[in-house]
């Protein structure tokens, strides 16, 4: 597509519940990156795939947090047992490749809210 | 942890005044990145530099990165209210992953 596509744009969720979100990225885009922001700060980096190498999974802050990527097509994050901590917008981006040299397209994100 | 550090986190000026954001570390970076994002979207690259000294200009933009390559500013000429936003700074390591610094919220008012 054209830009990156993220779904849905919004989610609420009960505490404990699991939820799935998901992201498609530019066609041609080799690397893709979810990060978290909470509101007001920063990106806090999660994951990164490039190609069909394993994951860097570093970011991840816990193992209630998880994602897959079928080759260099949508990923989704999972998130089980929500807490309210894990309210935030998840964005997505991807980049032609993996490197300093190219900048991240980066979708609308999704809002999550835990209640 | 490296870590980048923006200031002001929050700037509010008149239409048609120049403003200076900083983004300062105290590692070196091989390249910086600034976005903009605005609110419900995702953050925009406005620029990449790479070598240290480098200044580069978008329009009234100025972006220029220290010469030891840890420290990075943007200067926006008589801003205008289309200005508004969150500007992000992110540097780059040796390998793929970005650092990022908790932004400047700046606000032009009419």
């Known amino acids: 597509g054209a830009g990156v596509s993220q779904s849905p744009s919004n989610k609420v969720t009960e505490k404990g519940k699991d939820v799935e979100l998901r992201c498609d990225p530019i066609s041609g885009h080799t690397a893709l990156y979810w990060y978290r922001q909470r509101l007001g700060q920063g990106l806090e980096f999660l994951i990164y795939f490039q190609g069909n190498s394993a994951p860097d999974k570093s970011g991840l802050p816990s193992d209630r947090f998880s994602a897959e990527r079928t080759g260099e097509s949508v990923s989704t994050l999972t998130i089980q047992r929500t807490q309210q901590e894990d309210s935030a917008v998840y964005l997505c981006?991807?980049?032609?490749?993996?490197?300093?040299?190219?900048?991240?397209?980066f979708g609308s994100g999704t809002r999550l809210t835990v209640v | 942890t490296q870590l980048l550090e923006q200031s002001p986190q929050f700037l509010s000026i008149q239409e048609g005044e120049n403003l200076t954001v900083y983004c300062n570390s105290s590692?070196?970076?091989?390249?910086l990145q600034w976005y903009r994002q605005e609110p419900g979207e995702g953050p925009v690259l406005l620029v990449t530099v790479v070598t240290g000294g480098e200044v580069k200009k978008l329009k009234r933009l100025t972006f220029q990165f220290g010469d030891a390559r840890k420290d990075s500013s943007l200067h926006i000429t008589a801003a205008q209210p289309g200005d508004t936003g969150l500007y992000l700074c992110a540097g780059a390591r040796s390998n793929y992953q970005l650092i990022w610094g908790a932004g400047t919220k700046l606000i032009i008012k009419p």
């Open positions: 981006a991807s980049s032609l490749y993996l490197g300093q040299n190219y900048g991240y397209t």
């Open positions: 590692s070196v970076f091989s390249s």
